[in-house]
């Protein structure tokens, strides 16, 4: 039984004890007797004379000079206090007027009388009782109370976890150097020989949801040496050197069972930027990052502890902490290509029935910027989708509409549209897909649907042909056609009345992938290849912090200019494609509200046929 089981138990067993002593004892103890009367020794000697009393005087002696009589006056149970001197003359009187009399003598006085002491301290009993089991778990190993400064690290020796390098694809070039860092541990003979001396630090850095984390637990499966995890954000408390404290221990305890692996989870929780808080360089946050320094590459060098750390924002540690010495590798864990979203897939699909149509190969194509939580995340939906279907396998429809669900939310089926809307829906569509697919260096659209999904009426949705790292003008130029493809059959339809509100994050797409044209790109005729403002961003996240203008006004009206310029010429070129193949627009529309939803090859045929048309 656990010390929380033995505990409640206590507390309950306490409850039931007070109950019996302010409740059940005094019922017990003739709390439904009357309690007899006060008479004064004057009535009780008159009583005596008058024969009034009615049973045997029962004597007991209060205290040295003191005793009391119990006896019944006139059917009523009465006492009368007397002084010892008096007691002579009381039991002549009694004799005399043929009164019988007793002293008390109670069996087992000692028992009786240290059960009455027991009672009467058993509150106090029950209170200190309390205090111990209370300083008893305070004592354990998850107290804060005296182990307040102790890491709060797992510890995972002779616990090897079911995962392995086996268990991880798509990161290649990470699993290459972590099991380097293994085999170093394993057999360190091997490097010294050569004058190579054991790395201090691996970070892994990457965006999330691509397996950082899954790669330090596959690290504890694969070696053979102790192992600690920790989150970075466990370090730190309200109160200053307490995470200090943590991190002394902690390495304390590795340096007992070295050579072994330290694992912190969001490093940057602690290893940001020195001087950059409020407090400068004495608040909790900076005296747990000296002291990891301290610990990494200290005055004790000889230590066989490896740190393996991740973060999805290294632009705001500190540099101290990503010199050589310290973290001696930085691995970068990026988003799988084709190649790696197939063996991601493989590796999650095991276990899991597939129908015979399933092409996991053709998945990974339809998946590009998926991580590995992702992919993850779009098998499991597909076997819920199963599931909740009846079917006893997982089928591609199943999967391809957990494509949906991650990209745009589930189906909205019960969403009330009119069929005005419907159409304009539509309409917006086909403008898309039709664009995408007349325009030579556009990605084609894989599947058009007016069915709502989340906050959306429809979507088109587009896949490119290849892995892409690099893009040009005329890539970036078509995919702006594209997007104003919805204004433009929107307006050929409504005409006098313009567009729709529909369009509104098409417009957004537009204008910030032709402002960084102009702007990062250096793809601007007007303006030259140069880049304007200084930006900070997070790296892996995408999102822009802050922007330091050096240009002047002059500059900024003409990065405006060029702007509108490539947005409007995206424009017209759609213009120029749906007006040529207005005949095409008309019959797609017509498809879409026939059966809501084209996608795949029978997409590509029915645009292949409407354009040749």
Same mark, same amino acid.
């Given at each position: ?165 086996? *268990? ?168 799988? *290509? ?104 556009? *990605? ?115 990065? *405006? ?53």
């Amino acid at each position: 039984m656990g010390r929380r089981g033995r505990f409640s138990r206590f507390v309950i067993l306490g409850v039931l004890i007070l109950l019996v002593y302010f409740f059940v004892l005094p019922l017990l103890s003739g709390g439904s007797k009357p309690k007899p009367e006060e008479v004064p020794y004057s009535r009780f000697a008159e009583a005596i004379q008058a024969k009034e009393i009615s049973s045997t005087v029962i004597l007991k002696e209060s205290n040295v000079t003191w005793f009391i009589a119990e006896y019944t006056l006139v059917d009523k149970p009465a006492k009368t206090e007397i002084n010892a001197q008096a007691m002579e003359t009381l039991q002549k009187d009694l004799r005399q007027n043929n009164i019988a009399y007793d002293f008390a003598r109670e069996k087992g006085s000692f028992w009786s009388g240290l059960f009455k002491v027991l009672l009467t301290f058993l509150p106090i009993l029950l209170i200190m009782g309390f205090l111990f089991f209370v300083l008893r778990g305070a004592q354990g190993g998850n107290s804060q109370a005296t182990n307040f400064g102790k890491s709060r690290a797992r510890s995972l020796i002779g616990k090897r976890p079911f995962v392995t390098f086996q *268990d991880v694809a798509g990161v290649d070039e990470a699993k290459e150097e972590l099991t380097e860092v293994v085999e170093f541990l394993r057999s360190p003979q091997k490097f010294q020989l050569l004058g190579a001396r054991i790395p201090k630090g691996v970070l892994l850095v990457g965006p999330p949801g691509c397996g950082k984390t899954l790669l330090a637990k596959a690290v504890a499966g694969e070696a053979s040496v102790p192992f600690w995890e920790i989150s970075g954000s466990q370090f730190v408390e309200m109160f200053v050197g307490v995470g200090a404290s943590r991190v002394r221990d902690l390495f304390a305890q590795a340096k007992k069972n070295q050579p072994c692996i330290v694992f912190i989870d969001e490093i940057d929780a602690v290893g940001r930027h020195r001087g950059a808080g409020v407090g400068g360089g004495h608040d909790e946050r900076e005296q747990t990052l000296n002291q990891l320094l301290v610990e990494m590459d200290g005055f004790d060098t000889s230590t066989n502890v490896i740190v393996i750390a991740a973060t999805n924002r290294p632009d705001i540690l500190d540099p101290a902490l990503l010199r050589p010495g310290r973290f001696d590798r930085q691995v970068t864990v990026d988003r799988p *290509d084709s190649k790696g979203r197939y063996a991601i897939l493989l590796v999650h699909a095991k276990g899991k029935p597939f129908a015979d149509d399933c092409d996991l190969e053709k998945l990974a194509k339809q998946t590009p910027g998926f991580s590995g939580a992702d992919l993850a995340n779009l098998i499991n939906e597909a076997a819920i989708l199963t599931a909740r279907r009846g079917k006893p396998k997982i089928t591609m429809a199943e999967l391809n509409e957990a494509i949906d669900r991650i990209i745009a939310g589930p189906e909205r089926k019960s969403r009330v549209i009119s069929e005005k809307e419907r159409k304009i829906i539509a309409y917006h569509e086909a403008g898309h897909a039709l664009v995408g697919f007349a325009l030579p260096y556009a *990605d084609p659209p894989v599947k058009i649907t007016i069915v709502s999904r989340g906050s959306a009426g429809g979507f088109t949705r587009f896949l490119s042909e290849e892995d892409r790292s690099l893009y040009t003008k005329v890539q970036f130029e078509d995919m702006i056609a594209t997007l104003m493809g919805g204004l433009v059959a929107e307006e050929l339809l409504l005409k006098q009345h313009g567009h729709t509100t529909g369009p509104q994050n098409d417009l957004e797409r537009a204008t910030n992938l032709a402002r960084q044209m102009v702007t990062r790109f250096g793809m601007s005729e007007a303006l030259g290849p140069r880049t304007f403002g200084r930006r900070q961003e997070l790296v892996f996240l995408g999102k822009e912090i802050t922007e330091q203008r050096d240009y002047s006004d002059h500059i900024a009206e003409q990065i *405006d200019n060029e702007v509108f310029r490539l947005v409007d010429m995206g424009r017209k070129t759609a213009e120029e494609v749906l007006n040529k193949h207005r005949k095409a627009l008309e019959r797609l529309v017509q498809e879409l509200l026939d059966v809501e939803t084209l996608e795949g090859e029978d997409l590509q045929r029915i645009l292949g046929e409407l354009i040749q048309s």
